[in-house]
Every structure is written in structure tokens, then in C-alpha cells.
């Protein structure tokens, strides 16, 4: 199990995966919660490390549960949408459709709702080193304070410490919502 810095090696941690198109969302806030059949095992309070699905999954990071709320799927609400990062409550089932194929209106789910506390600089690193250079390729229009950071950060070879001490997150944000509304499908890879 790959290991991040401070992180107590004799504790054994929960773990949630995730396919590998929401790491992104998951490390910048956008996704907040996961919509699951059962509850995984986890309750409110739980520190819970964050992996990418597959034999090579990666960490994205560690945080707490905050609260896990049990409903049907007609119950799911906007709040419920945005947490789990989407705009419209037709997406989100759309979407849980492709994860569970038999999906019903009135089947039970679990909202896990959680809180990212310290992502993999690794993981965070190579993300958002991805996303800053499309948005100075695309020449996004931005605040020049914003585009100096990116490009600072792009060329620095201390990237993790940027990551750590500025508002680099806020502004990788704000690009990568931009790039996501677009009307081409915006989505990074990542390598297994």
C-alpha cells in the first residue's frame, strides 16, 4: 500500500476507490460525497484514504467522513447532486446507471459525504501540472496575478511547497471549471 508522508504506518486506514475520472474533481473539491449501495463499513468520523480503482490505483489523498445519510434514489436532492459534483440531478442518474446497471427510483442508497484533508502532492502535482498548462495553451482569460502563479508554478522544481503554501488550489479550480463547461468534452488521463 503506498504510503504518504505523517502518515501513521501501523494504523490501518479505510479505504473508499474511485474510477479515475473523479480524482481531479475529488482533489479540488468539486466532489464531495459518493453515492454508494451500502454504507462500505464507514461511519461519520472515520479517517479514510482515497485510491483510484484497479490494480494500480493510485492515492489520491486522505480525509474524514463527515456523514453518511441512507435514502432511496428519489430522494436524492440538489444538495446531494452538487456534493457528489454535478449541475443537474439527470446527470447524477445517469451516471449511477453506469455503475449499477439495475438501478430503480425507489432503490436504497447511501450519500457518503466527505471532506478531503491532505491530498497526495504526487497525485496533485501531476493533475495539476496538466491543468495549468492547458490553461495557458488555451490562453484562458484570467487574472494576470493567476496566470503568473501558473506559470511559476509550471516552471518551478519545488512544486509540492507551491502547492502547500499558495492559493494554487483556488485558481486550479476555477480552470479546471472553465475547461469542464466547455462544449468539448474536457477530460485528463492518467497513467495505470
Known sequence: MVRMRGYSKDKKLKRLSFNRKYAVDILLGI???TIRKTNKGLNPGDTVEFY???PKGRLIGRGKIKRIVKKK?????DHDVTLEGFSRRENLLATLSTHYKDIKEGDEIFVIEFELERPSISFSKEA???IAKLALDKNLKLPQEDLKLLEYFLKSSKKDKIILSTDLRSIIRKVYVKLRSETSPFQLSFPD
Open 52 to 54: 483510484t480503482k484497479g
Open 128 to 130: 495539476f501540472s496538466k
Open 31 to 33: 466532489k464531495r460525497a
Open 73 to 77: 434514489v428519489s430522494e436524492l436532492n
